[in-house]
Every structure is written in structure tokens, then in C-alpha cells.
């Protein structure tokens, strides 16, 4: 039995088969905006791994290093403190965000939006034309024009996909990296291979999948009902102002004149008069149209506006509400908790470590000594030299073989020392290790020497 209109999305048709949709390109302020500030992001994203910010890629995830860039930001293993920071300020973004302006993120700044609205949707109207010609190039047998349509639109496509997947690529291996990547793939498999099935991935995507990500695919679509409420901001049709739909010229009609071009526009395929739609991915598409409409009629824009649920029913718009305060309030916390963190952070971390091995050794003056390794981060941008001496306890000694222990910029150093004690003495000591750096560093790490038990009394 056929679903009613209500019961199905528009991009499933009878038997569950796939309804292709030919959006009408549409501009007005709001695409527009959205339209540039997609490609401020798109280039900001693309450009951030092959530019450098204080000698380091803007940004890069460099995993087996250990090490990652954030737009001069270097931050190492032993810093995974900052990541939540960061984390936590995403996840709150999105909730308060959402909270107060519904799904901008949806229309305005998520990849799957900016690449197919501003780069793929483009690209296809350029080589195929509009949506009637396009749907009649696709119903038509095929011929050599349409081979060299859709062949020049693959390779267009490729060509898109394979330079996003290489900038993500980049971001992992860096710029180096993908060069000697594309020189021979096999220099780094992993690296070819996730270029591989990510292209694969996007190509799906442009070719084929494209608003199904949105209606079926992407978790946020789903929970962000629970995380907005009426008052959100959302684009909803004025139903009160539209309603009952009509001829212009009709003295009865409201101000919607049924002219559908919301609905030919709108990249999921869904009528914004029936209410929001979990399929909106709030792309100000019927906004423009219906606002062009208004124009042609002489009547105020706004019919299909930003708007919220409760200010559409009583004219009230509310902002600061419980949970938006909360959201607020916790992103000031994690943005002070980042600031405090980065403020105080230190700019050379010190560990001391016991290599595998006997843990004492007698030296020929009968005294103990225990090898250690101390580990020195040099998180600057310049090179430091640095020396370490027992603080603690009195009578302790240390002999590093490598006097100035020297550590590059953004680097780590491994440096063998000796702690030495006389033999009389407790079988655990505590010993704190001072070392002094360059540009005024000081500071001290501990450890525990060990010295063989003490013999048992009365023992042989
Ligand atoms: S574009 Fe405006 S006038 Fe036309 S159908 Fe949509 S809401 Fe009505
Ligand atoms: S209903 Fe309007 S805002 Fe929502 S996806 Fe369709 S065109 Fe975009």
C-alpha cells in the first residue's frame, strides 16, 4: 500500500526505491553568507596542514611522534590534559549551540554541507546545467554527449575527493610525508591506504549518497532534538501568516501563494510548511526562495524565517534559558581550566625512570649506585642544555656520564645517570634529582634508590 505524503521522506519512493532529488540553486543573503563562510572554513581546513605556524604545520596529528600542532601549539603525549580541555569545549559548543540556534552547525559549517552545497552541487550545474536539463540528461539513452558529461563530472568529482583526502592525510603524516606518499604509495601503506578508502568514501558521497548522509547516516541529525527545545532558533514557515495558501490576488488568501519553490530548492527534498523536519539541515535554501518570492509580490520577507517554535506562537524570543545558562557556564569553566592549564604549563617536563637490569651495582670504592634514565621534554622552540645534581638526601651523589644533557626544540632527550650512596644505609631511599636549563629552568624530580636488604640479625 502506498504511504500517505506524511509518512515517508521524499527521497524514498514506492518499495523503498531511492527518489533522486534535483535541488533548484537558489541566492539570497543567506546562501551567500553561508556560501562564503563554507569557504573561509573549507580553506582554513585545507590550507592548515602545508602552512607553518612557529616551524611547525598549523595543524597536524603527528601519532607516532606523539606529538600534535594546533596552530602554534605543540602539545606532546604527556599532555592529553589539554586534548579534553579541548574535547570537552567541542562537545559544550555543540550542546549550547544547538541549544540556542538549532542546527547552524548542519547548514552552516559541517563538511558534508560546505563540500556538497558549495563545491560538488556547483561543479554538477556547470557540467550538466540546471535541474530539468539534468533530470532529462538522466532519463536520456546513453550517447557521447552524455558520456563526456558524466565522465567530466567524475573526473571533476576525483579530483575534489582526492585533494580533500590528501589534506586529511597531510594532517597525520604531514606535507613531507604525503609528497613521498604520492612519489611511492608503498613508502607508507597505511597513510595510501586511508587515502584510498577515503577517496573511495567522498566519491560514494558526491556520486551517490549525498543528502542521505544527513537523513539517514549522521548521529547528530538524531539526538539534536533532545539538546534543542521551542525556543531554539530554527527556520520554520510562519504558518499563521502563510495560511490559508492561495492566488495573490485572493483577498482570503494568507501570504503563501503555493508557488512550491521552498520545496524545489531544499537540498533533502521536505516542504518546510508542514513544520520542522528532522531531514532540515537548516540551509537557508527556502528562506532565499521564498523570500525572493515575496519580493516579486511586493510583501514583507520573512514568510519562511529564523525563528523559534515559541516565537512563532507567541511573538516572545527567549534566550537565556536554564539550560543555555548551564551549557555557558561550563564552557566558561573549560575555557578558564584551558587558560589556567596553559598559563602554568611548563615549558620542560623531567621524569626519572629505572631501566630493565640489575637495580644496584657495588662500585670499587664499596659504595652503591642505581642507573637510572632521566627523560627531559624540551617543549620550546629553541634548543637547551641542562645539568643535574642530588638535591637530596645529604651525602647522596650523581655522576651523569653526558655532563650537559642538550635536548632540540619539540624534542625529547634519554639521559643515563648514576645515583650514588654509601653502602650502609636503608634498602629504599628517596632521592630528589635538581636540574638546572637553560633560559633559567630549574627543577626536580624524584626517585627511589635501592640498596640490596639489610642482612638478616643473627644471620650466617
Ligand atoms: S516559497 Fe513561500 S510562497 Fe512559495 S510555496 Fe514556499 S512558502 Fe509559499
Ligand atoms: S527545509 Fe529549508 S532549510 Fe531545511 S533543508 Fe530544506 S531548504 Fe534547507
Known amino acids: 500500500m502506498p504511504l500517505a505524503d506524511d509518512d515517508t521522506v521524499a527521497t524514498i519512493g514506492d518499495g523503498g526505491r531511492r527518489v533522486w532529488l534535483y535541488p533548484l540553486k537558489v541566492w539570497g543573503r543567506y546562501v551567500t553568507a553561508r ?4 569557504w573561509a572554513l573549507f580553506a582554513v581546513l585545507l590550507i592548515a596542514p602545508w602552512i607553518d605556524v612557529g616551524g611547525h604545520p598549523a595543524m597536524m596529528f603527528d601519532i607516532p611522534r606523539r606529538r600534535f600542532y594546533l596552530w602554534g601549539l605543540t602539545l606532546f603525549a604527556t599532555d592529553a590534559n589539554y586534548l579534553l580541555f579541548l574535547f570537552g569545549s567541542f562537545i559544550f559548543s555543540v550542546f549550547l549551540f544547538t541549544a540556542l540556534l538549532g542546527r547552524v552547525w548542519c547548514g552552516w559549517a559541517c563538511p558534508q554541507t560546505v563540500f556538497l552545497e558549495g563545491i560538488i552541487r556547483p561543479i554538477e550545474q556547470l557540467i550538466e546545467g540546471p535541474p530539468s536539463q539534468r533530470k532529462r540528461l538522466d532519463a536520456a539513452p546513453w550517447t557521447v554527449s552524455k558520456i563526456w558529461k558524466k565522465g567530466l563530472k567524475l573526473a ?7 585533494a580533500i583526502s590528501t589534506t586529511v592525510v597531510a ?3 604531514g606535507r613531507e610525508g604525503i609528497f613521498e606518499a604520492q612519489a611511492d604509495p608503498f613508502s607508507h601503506p597505511v597513510a595510501t591506504s586511508i587515502f584510498i578508502a577515503l577517496t573511495a568514501v567522498l566519491m560514494f558521497d558526491f556520486t551517490w549518497f549525498r543528502e542521505q548522509v544527513c537523513i539517514v547516516a549522521c548521529p547528530y541529525g ?3 532534538s533532545v539538546l534543542m527545545d521551542a525556543d531554539s532558533l530554527t527556520i520554520a514557515y510562519d504558518t499563521g501568516r502563510g495560511e490559508p495558501r492561495g492566488k495573490p490576488r485572493d483577498p482570503n488568501a494568507g501570504d503563501c501563494i503555493d508557488c ?14 508542514k513544520g520542522v523536519q528532522m531531514e532540515c539541515i537548516n540551509c ?10 515575496m519580493d516579486k ?3 514583507e520577507r520573512g514568510l519562511i524565517r529564523y525563528t523559534s517554535e515559541n516565537a512563532l506562537a507567541t511573538g516572545q524570543v527567549r534566550l537565556l534559558r536554564p539550560r543555555v545558562i548551564l551549557y555557558a557556564l561550563v564552557l566558561v569553566a573549560i575555557g578558564t581550566g584551558f587558560a589556567t592549564a596553559l598559563t602554568l604549563r611548563q615549558p620542560v617536563e623531567i621524569a626519572m625512570t629505572r631501566p630493565p637490569g640489575e637495580p644496584f651495582t657495588v662500585r670499587p670504592d664499596g659504595r652503591l649506585q642505581n642507573l637510572m634514565r632521566l627523560r627531559i621534554a624540551n617543549k620550546g622552540a629553541e634548543p ?10 645529604e651525602g647522596g651523589d650523581l655522576f651523569a656520564p653526558v655532563a650537559e644533557m642538550t635536548v632540540g626544540p619539540d624534542a625529547v632527550g634519554q639521559f643515563p645517570v648514576l645515583l650514588i650512596r654509601n653502602a650502609a644505609g636503608p634498602q629504599r631511599t628517596p632521592f630528589v634529582i635538581r636540574v638546572r636549563g637553560d633560559g633559567g629552568f630549574e627543577g626536580t624530580v624524584e626517585a627511589t634508590f635501592i640498596a640490596p636488604p639489610p642482612a638478616a640479625e643473627g644471620g650466617e
Open 297 to 299: 509580490l511586493g510583501r
Open 35 to 38: 556560501t562564503l563562510f563554507g
Open 171 to 173: 594532517y597525520f603524516i
Open 222 to 224: 538524531r539526538f539534536q
Open 156 to 162: 571533476a568529482f576525483l579530483v575534489v575527493a582526492g
Open 384 to 393: 637547551r642544555t641542562f645539568t643535574a645534581s642530588v638535591a637530596a638526601p
Open 284 to 293: 537557508t535554501a527556502c528562506i532565499d526562495a521564498c523570500d525572493s518570492i
Open 260 to 273: 512550491k519553490k521552498c520545496v524545489q530548492v531544499c537540498p533533502t527534498g521536505i516542504d518546510i510548511r
